[in-house]
T-cell receptor, first 112, second 112 residues
């Protein structure tokens, strides 16, 4: 069974900390995505990547960066966590041009 | 302005009821319309609709796309408590490296 694995299910961090959210997929997918999901706002795209070392900004990239050093791993980085980054973070992957994303189970991040 | 608009945002029904969930989208570079179901964790893929007027069906769930009026509906008949979830609609636009744009989601609660 294909998988997208997010390293942490729940995470609590302090304001100002540097936070790494890791996502690994075992399907050899080129495309990987990071979304955040908030009540009343739905899923909003933060960053995405179409290949190793490539990245593109989504709709809400401010306060975030990403790293894709290997095809299977896509990391989301909060350089200096703030309380407004408290959210559910979802990673997804897909093949180029394919419509169905495979999602990870999500990381619920709380910044205190 | 939102590109994908879902309605209603929440819905409470009783077991056995039939529900219709709505999704409207923008036409610019439209390729496909997708529906996902999200329970506590990762969204799971339900349907992809590309052609107008062709119903997709899976058990008690069905969906159809109207490309003239730019909307899709997801129907659930004989609802069960296990249908309680957030239902997400997403638009996929053209391009080899296209990405999904999600609506805010519809929270469906099915009461016994």
């Amino acid at each position: 069974d294909v998988k997208v694995t997010q390293s942490s299910r729940y995470l609590v961090k302090r304001t100002g900390e540097k936070v790494f959210l890791e996502c690994v997929q075992d399907m050899d997918h080129e495309n990987m995505f990071w979304y955040r999901q908030d009540p009343g706002l739905g899923l909003r795209l933060i960053y995405f990547s179409y290949d190793v070392k490539m990245k593109e900004k989504g709709d809400i990239p401010e306060g975030y960066s990403v790293s894709r050093e290997k095809k299977e791993r896509f990391s989301l980085i909060l350089e200096s966590a703030s309380t407004n980054q408290t959210s559910m973070y979802l990673c997804a992957s897909s093949l180029p041009g394919r419509r169905a994303y495979t999602f990870g189970s999500g990381t619920r991040l709380t910044v205190v | 302005e939102d590109k994908v608009v879902q309605s209603p945002l929440s819905l409470v029904v009783h077991e056995g009821d039939t529900v219709t969930l709505n999704c409207s989208y923008e036409v610019t570079n439209f390729r496909s319309l997708l529906w996902y179901k999200q329970e506590k964790k990762a969204p799971t893929f339900l349907f992809m609709l590309t052609s107008s007027g062709i119903e997709k069906k899976s058990g008690r769930l069905s969906s159809i796309l109207d490309k003239k009026e730019l909307f899709s509906i997801l129907n659930i008949t004989a609802t069960q408590t296990g249908d309680s979830a957030v239902y997400l609609c997403a638009e996929l636009c053209t391009g080899a490296n296209s990405k999904l744009t999600f609506g805010k989601g519809i929270t469906l609660s099915v009461r016994p």
